[in-house]
């Protein structure tokens, strides 16, 4: 596990992998660059491709601040920019799931020259008020805040009607539960990636979201109707939680589109 610091003076801590050209592999809220390697994604594109993984600020090895102001999207975009830096690239192409589709979104706007090819899975360009609350259980970040991560968990599975896998779990429960509900909170009050802007991203972009996956569902075709070109990829039959882990619809097309000229 390397680290690097940030502009604000947070721990960055990433994971390389792999040789080729350059892929940075944002994680959702509340895990972290692991579930790249549990889930296949790090054996599948290791060959073809130098993988980066960072830990979000406040998730897995990074750097844990408690005031929600230290979790804008401006300063998680800057962490990205503070590891590509660190590692001497110019240009990289980003895969994010669900927050890290959402900063992929913000890096792609305001550092167009930093990027070449762009994947959003399960993303969201509108403005990010009662998010958790869809995603996860209604008044889920107070639970998390003052009841802790048990509570949480519990709270979610109760509302999915079933047992969140192993994997999940142990990256909840891994977590700073005040730093991930300081996130939460930053993150609640982000007011959206606007259209426009979503219109002048000219890189190659592939989106995909599953069939069930709620709001994000219809998000996701916004975003992809809206970025000129983008292909979307619709996988039958999952949700929010269970998207990353269907490997089999959607490493094969990353794949391809990582790979394309």
């Known amino acids: 596990m390397d680290r690097v610091s940030s502009p604000d003076g947070v721990s960055i801590a990433y994971r390389e992998a792999g040789r080729g050209s350059p892929a940075v592999l944002l994680h959702p809220s509340g895990l ?14 290791r060959d073809d491709h130098r993988l980066v993984m960072p830990d979000f600020r406040g998730h897995g090895h990074s750097g844990k601040p408690h005031d929600p102001a230290a979790y804008t999207m401006d300063r998680l975009v800057g962490d990205i920019i503070a590891v590509i830096d660190e590692l001497g690239l110019d240009r990289v ?9 959402r900063a992929a979104l913000t890096f792609a706007a ?6 070449d090819r762009l994947v959003l899975g399960g993303t969201s360009s509108r403005a990010l008020k009662g998010a958790f609350d869809d995603l996860f259980f209604p008044g889920c970040v107070a639970v998390l805040r003052d009841e802790g991560t048990a509570a949480f968990l ?3 599975q109760r509302q999915r009607g079933t047992t969140l896998d192993p994997g999940s779990r142990a990256a909840f429960e891994a977590n ?7 996130y939460m909170t930053s993150v609640d009050a982000e007011p959206g990636v606007p259209d426009d802007d979503l219109a002048e991203i000219t890189s190659p ?3 995909f979201v599953g069939s069930q996956d709620g709001g994000r569902l219809e998000d996701t075709r916004h975003v992809a109707a809206t970025i000129p070109g983008c292909r979307l990829l619709v996988v039958d039959g999952t949700d929010h939680a269970t998207t990353l882990a269907a490997t089999a619809e959607v490493l094969p097309a990353i794949r391809e589109h990582l790979a394309a000229r």
Do not use: C, K, N
């Open 110 to 115: 305001t550092h167009p020259d930093r990027l």
């Open 205 to 207: 972009t592939l989106a």
């Open 93 to 101: 192409s980003i895969v994010g799931y669900s927050l890290g589709s």
């Open 154 to 156: 519990e709270g979610w």
């Open 32 to 45: 972290s660059q692991a579930v790249w390697r549990t889930f296949g994604y790090v054996d599948a594109l």
């Open 176 to 182: 700073d539960a005040t730093a991930l509900a300081a």
